[in-house]
């Protein structure tokens, strides 16, 4: 154990030099400046947006390419729909990332399947990684019980969003 934390803190300082902490809580992953954990139950949206607070992180905002390539793999091997923290409930096709309170912008990273978000049977205001189409950005019922990825920001990075 005394040998795992001194490998960790020489990681740390290695890693702090990247700005790129590698030592994630167990459960988490580590890409880029994040952490992310993929919930192994399921839950509402609201419930995602909860738990994931609980755990002392986020539900996932999606903010470049390179993250959404990361996440749609590690989704992809797990054979799950995924909530992400995008939501138009407050108001109809206005996307927002509901942590950061980050509009989804016409110039914002996006990866919605073609054809979505449609909001199909007008009730669907929630977002989620579909496994059902090629793993990327479906609008789905927010009240529906899947798979979730809350993200944490590594110690050496301010805020996730
Ligand atoms: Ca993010
Ligand atoms: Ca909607
Ligand atoms: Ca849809």
Not at 9 to 22: Q, Y
Not at 42 to 68: H, M, P, Y
Not at 72 to 88: C, Y
Request: net charge negative.
């Amino acid at each position: 154990m005394a040998a795992y934390i001194k490998w960790c803190i020489r990681v740390f300082i290695i890693s702090s030099l990247f700005a790129n902490a590698l030592c994630c809580p167990s459960g988490w992953m580590t890409h880029g400046s994040s952490c992310y954990h993929f919930s192994h139950d399921t839950e509402d949206w609201i419930g995602a947006l909860q738990f994931c607070r609980e755990l002392k992180g986020q539900l996932v905002e999606i903010n470049d390419a390179s993250e959404n390539t990361f996440l749609e793999a590690e989704v992809k091997l797990r054979k799950n729909s995924f909530w992400i923290a995008l939501s138009d409930v407050e108001e109809e096709s206005t996307w927002i990332w509901m942590n950061s309170r980050q509009p989804l912008r016409s110039s914002s990273f996006n990866d919605w399947i073609p054809g979505q978000p449609d909001n199909y049977g007008a009730d669907e205001n929630c977002a989620c990684i579909y496994s059902q189409a090629n793993y990327q950005w479906n609008d789905y019922p927010c009240h529906e019980n899947i798979h979730y990825i809350c993200e944490m920001a590594d110690d050496s990075t301010e805020v996730v969003g």
